[in-house]
Structures are given as C-alpha cells and as structure tokens.
C-alpha cells in the first residue's frame, strides 16, 4: 500500500512558506531593541565628543576628534534599523504580498478587479486621471475560514464601540451588502493627517507657520496667487482646494488620539477610495471622504482558488500633483510587499519606454531589495486601442528595466490575468525563501561589519584623550617656582616686621591714648563736695569720711582697671594684622588662596585642619601661627595692676602711712575729695608711664612671631618635602596652579569619555546582532 503523502497544492506551500517565516520574528525585534539601545549610547557619545571638541583648544587633540566619525555610524545604524523593521514587518505578516505599481491610468485598478472578482462597486477604474485616491490592500481568505475567525463580530465597529442599533440603521440605508467581501477602512487622525497629509505640501511649496491643529488650518488664509512655477501652482491648487476648503465636508472622519478602523460595507468602498471631479476650469472635488482615509483592506475570495495567503498591494497612481504617493510608494514596497508587478499600458501610436517608466523603477528599487529578482513588467494589451505591437516592441526593448519575466496580456482578461498571476505565484513558491534568506543574510552581514566598525572607532576613541606625559616635570617645575616666591615673600615680610620692631605699634598706641582720655573724661571720683556728704550719711558709713574715703579708693582702683582693659583690643589688632599679612603672602606668592574661603587668621585655622587631616607636619607652623595671641591679659595686666594697686591702697595702717607717702585720712568732704583727685592723678600718671614703655612691644612681638613661623614652615627639618607632599595632592595642585586645574579638568573628561566608550563597547556585542544562527 503506498503511504507517500500527496503533494502540496501551492495554496498549502505559501501558507507554509508564511509559517516558516515567523520564527525570526521574535529574533529580528529583540536585536532591533538591542540596535535602539546602541543608538541611544552612540548618540549620548557623539554629543559628549562634540563637547569636548568645543572645550579643548589644542589642535592635536581637535584633530583626534575629528577623525573620530560618530555620526556616520550613527546614520547607519538607523539605515539598518530601518531595514531590519522591513524585515520583520515583512516576515511578521500573515500574507505574502504582491504589489502592482504603476503610473496613473495604465491599468491597475482593472488588473485587481480581474484577479480579484471585485467589481467597479468596490475598486473604481475610469478613464481619463486618477480614480483610485488610497492605498488598499486586497487579501485572498475563503468565505469558511474568514466566517471561523469572525464569529462574534455581528456588529458594526465605529471607532472601537460595538452598536448594533448603528448596524440597523446601516442596513436602512445602504445597499444590499456582499456577504464575501469583508471591508476595512483606516482613517487618518488629526496629528496623522497634518504630518502626512498637510505638511509635505507646506515643506514643498516654502510654505512656513505650519497649522498645528485642524482649527489652525481651518482658520489660515491662502492667497489667491501662492507660488510659481506649474507644478508648484498644481500643488498649490491641491493644498488650497481639495484639503482646505473641503475641509468641512470630510473633517468629521478626523478625531484625535491615533488613527481608527471603521468597518464597512463592500457598496461604500467607493464613497471612500474614488476621488471624482466635477470637470469644470477648477475641475472641482465632488467626493470627499477619500482626503481622510489612510488605507483600505478588502478580504475577498480571489477568483483562483489555489492561491493561498496572498495579498495585493495598490498604491495609488503616481503622476499627478498630489504630494505624499511617491512617499507612500516607497514605504509600502520597503514594508509590504514581497514581488512587484509593474503595470505599463503602451500607446498604440507612441510606443516607447519614457523617463517616467525607468524613474518609477528605479524609486521602487530603492524600496524593495534584490528588485530585478522581485518584480515582473506586465504590458497592458487594451483589444480597445488595438496596441498589441506596441506591447511586444517594448517587451524586446526592455534592457533598462531588469525584472523576471515581461508578460503582455490583458488585464481585463480574467484567463490572460490569472496566468501572468499564475506564473507570478508559481515563482514565488520557488523563489520566495530564497530571496527572503538573501536579504536577510544580507542584512545579518551588514549588521556585522557595522559592529566592526563600531569596534575600531571605540578603540579609536579611547586614544583620544591621553594624560599630560609631562606631569611629574610639571609639577616639579611649578613647584620650584612657587617655593621660591613663597619664601621670598616672607623673607622680605620678615626683614619690613624686623626693620619695624623699634618702632612705636600704631594701633596699640591709638588704644593707649583712648584708654587715657577715658581716664581723664570718666575719672570715677566724686564731682562735688555735697555727693560726699550726702553718701557718708548711708547707714554703712555713719557719717565717717574716713570710712567712706577708703571705699572710694577701692572704687577708683576698679574703674581706672575697666578703662585700661580697652588696650587689649589694640594688641589684638595688631597681632591679627599680621596674621592677616602672612596669609596675604601665602595667598599671593603661595598660591594657596582657593584652598579655602577664608581669610585672616581664620585661614591659618583652615590651613592647619587641612594638613592636619593629611597628617602633614607644616600643620604645627600654622597652628602656632593662628594660637599665638599677645594680650592685655597675657601682657600687660600685672603691670597695670601692680601701679594701681600701689597708689590705690584701701587697707594699708594709717600710722604707716607717712613711711610709704600716703596721704593722710580726710576729715571732711573736701579732703576727701583734693585727695581722691590727688591719687587718680598719681595713678594715671604711673599707669601712662608704664604702657608707653611698651608702646613698641606688639611691633617686637610681631617680628619675632613670623620669624617663628618662617623657622616651622620653611627652615625646620624636612619642610620642603612635606610642602611637596602636601602641593602634590591632585585635589590640591588643581586648586594651587590653574595648569593642574586644566589637567585635572581634562583627566575627569577623559574618564567620563572612557567610560561613555565603555558603555558603548559593552552593547556593541556582535551576538546581539546575530538574529539568523546559521550564518
């Protein structure tokens, strides 16, 4: 008994060819992300490059950068994006397609009537233009399978909502419908429609302010005289005519969001495909809805029935001034469409190939890979013009155009139609896999050389900013430089404090004098006899003058004390001027000044927490610096006390009071108070004495307080090394000298740049491009 198993009918070839295509689907999109990614880091790379190239006025390095050529890989790496999304938009689609193509009025809408069964209801074909205004796609399924896969849809669908109060009335109103073919309308949104419809004719004439919205476009005015130039002025005409004063019979279809399907029936093909003209000079509109629609998909059973999964693809006919076909074509080939027919309708009198005809052929081909080996010539033989030598003048005449097969026949002829299909089908069972393992091999290869390429401008980038190979020499150099203008700096501070170490200190001598006046001005003592009298009658006294004298000596002593504490603010400005000029020297000769903000003594603070933190032994000179203090307390308050308590003595024996010169007990209000003013007299006389002896103290002190700051900082063991430890720190020398700053400024560049290439090399993985394993 024979097992074989039948042979395949060519319906169940295709439908396997199709089932065998779509493992590489999955395969294609998860590189098309990986391809998306890439781009994205590219892109962010190329940016950074750019930056850098603006940033860095060496040549050498600008010149590196220039031969560094981002965005050229980036070009081609959206070139094939774009071929890999044709690829999977054409390995993910249920049907195999075949597109006819031609120029306007050579047959096309009649061919795909004849191969069809559908009729001038549905698929409009008149003389004389364009009848046709959308893009459909006619798709070969029998009646039984499309019933299977749409059982549950018995209602008509608007606008993705279910009415079947809308489907009634549907019924009311149109004709009878063709229960075998099945219509689908897609209708351009409102953003769709400015951006594929209205703005390639603002972008062609030079037209500016495109509208953003409907009601923008609705409201603008088009003068009467737009353009010149023929062609321009038929597109003018188009744009100011057809779309924007129709706009209001057809605006209704656009709605925001995305663009919609609505379901129709099979008699309303035509209210949305055919655009007719009323033949007036204006040659005026008459149909309308066709404006909004984007494409048609008509189901049908094809007049063959060993067909399979196929499709035909229309594009409406090129060659008039409507602008977006030439587009429309080019994409449709490139993403739907697996052969060509060309459409070619010879005249009888004229017979020869024309521009046009190699310029359509040639746009196609951009579109569609491997184009002589998917597309075929159908000449257009019309018993009407009786142009059947000049059919078969062009087909020996076809050397410009390269295709598989020319066949001449009548398209209107449903046997001489469905045998050019025949012999079309019969090639693609063949052929189809191979062409399809063609263009993806290619595309897997060029995915590959891409990535190599890639490789070798990573590595390229990567060289492009190296380190300063003269950095140690650098540093040595500045170093040497800002040690010696350090040190000459404060030498020369150093021998001006010494020159003025004799000198009288002008600010302490300015606080000695205030302290003085004080003394005069505000003497502490009582101002009259009567205060006296008056004060010795309180109860602790008992009208004892001699009581209440020893109290106001007390009294004196105390306030002549507050007003010479005021000197102490003369010493400490003093100090703190110099402070403030070491830290001028070490600002300016040192360089020093961005390490922190502050200035004055709190800058030597500053400066020994930093060496302190760094464990740096210079920190002990600036600490010293900063603690030193030469005060009243410290220095000259002993002295002061000793006179004021010598002279203003409270408790001393009256019977020894001769011996040591004080006066004598009062025994009234007025002796009391001659010898109170006796005794501040004396004791301010002592205290002046004694502080303008020191009046040149703070300049000594001052000389020999950076003397040993220049012997912990400079002269001290080991100094100049820890200097240099200290300067050599990078976070320190970017701050010191503005070379290191440049340097260090360009080591960041360099490691946020190495590690965008780093980025860029991690997804630049030659096994996520692979998406066909047997290459």
């Known amino acids: ?58 040549s050498e390095i600008r010149e590196q950068f220039n031969t560094i050529h981002l965005s050229y890989l980036l070009q081609q790496l959206q070139v094939e994006s774009e071929h890999l999304n044709s690829l999977q938009k054409r390995f993910s689609r249920p049907t195999l397609n075949i597109g006819v193509v031609g120029l306007m009025g050579q047959g096309k809408s009649t061919l795909l009537k004849t ?58 109103v149109l004709p009878k419908p063709n229960p075998s073919v099945h219509v689908e309308v897609t209708l351009h949104s409102e953003s769709s429609f400015l951006n594929e419809v209205i703005y390639p004719y603002y972008e062609e004439l030079g037209l500016t302010e495109k509208p953003y919205s409907l ?17 321009h002025e038929e597109m003018y005409k188009r744009l100011c ?41 204006h040659n005026h509109l008459t149909t309308f809805k066709h404006l909004a629609v984007k494409e048609v998909k008509i189901v049908c059973p094809f007049q063959n029935p060993d067909v399979g999964n196929i499709a035909l693809v229309d594009v409406p006919g090129l060659g008039d001034s409507k602008l977006g076909d030439e587009t429309l074509m080019l994409e449709t080939l490139g993403n739907e469409v697996d052969v060509v027919l060309f459409i070619k309708r010879p005249d009888p009198q004229r017979y020869q190939w024309q521009r046009l005809d190699t310029q ?75 062409l399809d393992q ?84 505000d003497k502490g003592i009582p101002e009259t006899d009567q205060e006296i009298i008056s004060r010795s009658c309180e109860f602790e006294f008992k009208e004892s003058y001699q009581a209440i004298y020893r109290v106001y000596i007390r009294e004196l002593r105390i306030h002549l004390s507050r007003h010479f504490l005021q000197v102490d603010q003369g010493l400490r400005l003093s100090i703190d001027k110099v402070k403030s000029l070491v830290t001028d020297v070490l600002v300016d000769q040192g360089k020093l000044g961005e390490l922190t903000s502050t200035r004055g003594a709190e800058f030597l603070k500053d400066m020994a927490d930093l060496l302190g933190q760094r464990g740096n032994q210079l920190e002990l000179g600036f600490r010293t610096l900063w603690e030193f203090e030469f005060s009243y307390g410290s220095v000259l308050l002993h002295l002061i006390r000793k006179q004021l308590d010598e002279i203003l003595q409270s408790d001393i024996d009256l019977s020894l009071a001769e011996v040591f010169g004080i006066l004598p007990d009062p025994s009234n209000a007025s002796e009391v108070l001659r010898n109170l003013e006796k005794l501040h007299e004396q004791a301010v006389t002592a205290c002046q004495e004694t502080l303008n002896s020191w009046l040149t103290a703070p300049s000594q002190a001052r000389y020999y307080m950076v003397q040993e700051f220049i012997d912990l900082v400079i002269y001290a063991r080991d100094m100049k090394r820890e200097w240099e430890i200290f300067l050599s720190d990078e976070d320190i020398r970017a701050k010191v000298w503005l070379e290191f700053k440049e340097l260090e400024t360009r080591k960041q560049d360099q490691q946020n740049w190495r590690q965008a290439v780093s980025r860029v090399a991690t997804m630049n993985q030659a096994s996520a491009m692979i998406f066909i394993s047997n290459l």
């Open 1 to 58: 008994m024979n097992t074989s198993q039948p042979p395949q009918t060519r319906a169940q070839r295709i439908n396997q060819i199709i089932q065998q295509r779509q493992p590489l689907v999955q395969n294609i999109q998860q590189v098309e992300s990986h391809l998306a990614e890439l781009v994205t880091a590219l892109r962010e790379l190329e940016r950074y490059r750019q930056r850098l190239d603006v940033s860095f006025g060496e």
């Open 115 to 172: 191969l069809s069964g559908l009729t001038d209801n549905e698929i409009p074909a008149l003389e004389g233009g364009a009848c046709t205004a959308v893009r459909s796609k006619i798709e070969n399924r029998q009646e039984d399978s499309y019933a299977h896969n749409n059982a549950r849809e018995n209602t008509t669908q608007f606008n993705g909502v279910s009415s079947s109060l809308y489907g009634i009335q549907e019924q009311m």
């Open 360 to 434: 359509l052929y040639d746009k196609a081909a951009q579109a569609l890979n491997d184009l002589e080996k998917r597309s075929f010539m159908v000449l257009n033989y019309s018993r009407r013009t009786e142009n059947l030598r000049a059919c078969q003048r062009l087909k020996q005449n076809i050397d410009t155009i390269q295709v598989v097969q020319t066949e001449i026949a009548d398209c209107s002829d449903p046997d001489d139609a469905n045998r050019v299909f025949d012999h079309v089908l019969d090639y693609l069972m063949v052929n189809i896999q191979d």
């Open 438 to 521: 063609r263009y993806a091999s290619r595309c897997q290869s060029n995915l590959q050389q891409l990535h190599q390429q890639i490789h070798q401008a990573l590595e390229q980038s990567n060289q492009a900013l190296g380190y300063n190979t003269g950095e140690s020499r650098q540093f040595r150099r500045l170093f040497e430089q800002l040690s010696q203008e350090l040190i000459q700096g404060l030498l020369e501070l150093r021998n001006q404090l010494k020159e003025q170490s004799e000198a009288i200190d002008p600010d302490f001598q300015i606080a000695v004098q205030a302290a003085l006046k004080n003394c005069q001005t």
């Open 215 to 231: 009601d923008e476009f609705a409201n603008h005015v088009f003068p009467e005289q737009g353009v010149a130039g023929a062609s």
């Open 241 to 281: 005519y057809d779309y924007h004063q129709n706009l209001r019979h057809y605006r209704s279809l656009l709605q925001s969001g995305n663009p919609r399907s609505l379901k129709i029936q099979a008699a309303e093909i035509t209210d949305y495909v055919m655009q007719k003209r009323d033949g007036t000079q």
